[in-house]
């Protein structure tokens, strides 16, 4: 899940509009593992309580998230 200023989106399927607490994708089902909040200062709090809350979660870093993302369509593309 990516998670912007007031909801998230499924990194898989793209659906928006995701809570901060779902587990899974309501579209295509994923199971919500990893997190990446676009603006950390301004989610604090809430990385704070998903972290006591559900700590299976994994945090990723929002800029690594869309390099990665960024290389894996440019090798779908050109590969």
Request: glycine letters at 6%.
């Given at each position: 899940?990516?998670?912007?200023?007031?909801?998230?989106?499924?990194?898989?399927?793209?659906?928006?509009?995701?809570?901060?607490?779902?587990?899974?994708?309501?579209?295509?089902?994923?199971?919500?593992?990893?997190?990446?909040?676009?603006n950390i200062r301004?989610?604090?709090?809430?990385?704070?309580?998903?972290?006591?809350?559900?700590?299976?979660?994994?945090?990723?870093?929002?800029?690594?998230?869309?390099?990665?993302?960024?290389?894996?369509?440019?090798?779908?593309?050109?590969?």
């Open positions: 899940m990516t998670y912007g200023a007031l909801s998230g989106s499924c990194a898989n399927c793209k659906s928006l509009d995701l809570k901060i607490d779902s587990l899974h994708c309501p579209e295509c089902k994923t199971e919500i593992k990893y997190i990446a909040f676009q301004d989610h604090m709090p809430k990385m704070l309580k998903i972290s006591h809350e559900r700590p299976q979660i994994v945090f990723v870093d929002y800029d690594d998230f869309k390099r990665i993302e960024g290389e894996e369509k440019a090798k779908g593309i050109l590969g």
